[in-house]
């Protein structure tokens, strides 16, 4: 069945670099809607950026917008967040998501997936 496993987190300081994979098995990565979640302790999750249509459209929360840029490698079936000039705030468990194929309409908020990794910590420290 589908399985979403992410990778490349870690502990940086502000202003430094990571790039996130998600690898996708018993899915094909770039058909329909996938996505970034974020969830720091005591906050509710919530949408870091989108991709569907192809990869022709993406979807950024304005916190992270000229920052992060997320990306699909058709070849290696894998969803990608490159995440640059990170700030403390940024410090949350980061989820790669999944819509059901057969599914349709939004691509945005947390009920539109179906599948999810199970995240990877990152930590920007001051």
């Known amino acids: 069945q589908v399985q979403l496993v992410e990778s490349g987190g870690g502990s940086v300081q502000a202003g430094g670099s990571l790039r996130l994979s998600c690898a996708a098995s018993?899915?094909?990565?770039?058909?329909?809607?996938m996505g970034w979640f974020r969830q720091a302790p005591g906050k509710e999750r919530e949408g870091v950026a989108t991709?569907?249509?192809?990869?022709?459209?993406?979807y950024y929360t304005d916190s992270v917008k000229g920052r992060f840029t997320i990306s699909q490698d058709n070849a290696e079936n894998t969803l990608y967040l490159q995440m640059n000039s990170l700030k403390p705030e940024d410090t949350a468990v980061y989820y790669c998501?999944?819509?059901?194929?057969?599914?349709?309409?939004?691509?945005?908020?947390?009920?539109?997936?179906?599948?999810w990794g199970q995240g990877t910590q990152v930590t920007v420290s001051s």
């Open positions: 998501a999944a819509q059901a194929p057969w599914r349709w309409g939004s691509c945005r908020g947390t009920a539109d997936f179906d599948y």
């Open positions: 991709i569907y249509s192809g990869g022709r459209t993406t």
């Open positions: 018993g899915y094909t990565a770039n058909r329909d809607c």
